[in-house]
Nanobody
């Protein structure tokens, strides 16, 4: 059984910062991809940032220069540092981890940015 535990969401004013964490536990090995998706009300879920086991990163254009994704392979944990937050960043953020033959999702954490 694999469990992803997310933390770090909350309410912040525009221009503020938050750091999301997602720790994977259980029978999980050789995680390749770790990423963060978000889903705002009435919108489709979108990939915000991802990082591979080699450290290659990808960001959606909206967050480039503001968000930073990182991972701690020893802890099977992925982080998302979010700076200069905007009201349009408001969404439920989901952690995703994947490897050969598996793909797991976290339960989601709410991020709300007030103007």
């Amino acid at each position: 059984q694999v469990q992803l535990v997310e933390s770090g969401g909350g309410l912040v004013e525009a221009g503020g910062s938050l750091r999301l964490s997602c720790a994977a536990s259980g029978s999980i090995f050789s995680i390749n991809f770790m990423g963060w998706y978000r889903q705002a009300p009435g919108k489709q879920r979108e990939l915000v940032a991802g990082i591979t086991s080699s450290g290659s990163t990808h960001y959606t254009d909206d967050v480039k220069g503001r968000f930073t994704i990182s991972r701690d392979n020893a802890k099977n944990t992925v982080y998302l540092r979010m700076n200069s937050l905007k009201p349009e960043d408001t969404a439920v953020y989901y952690c995703n981890v994947g490897g050969f033959g598996y793909d797991y999702w976290g339960q989601g954490t709410q991020v709300t940015v007030s103007s």
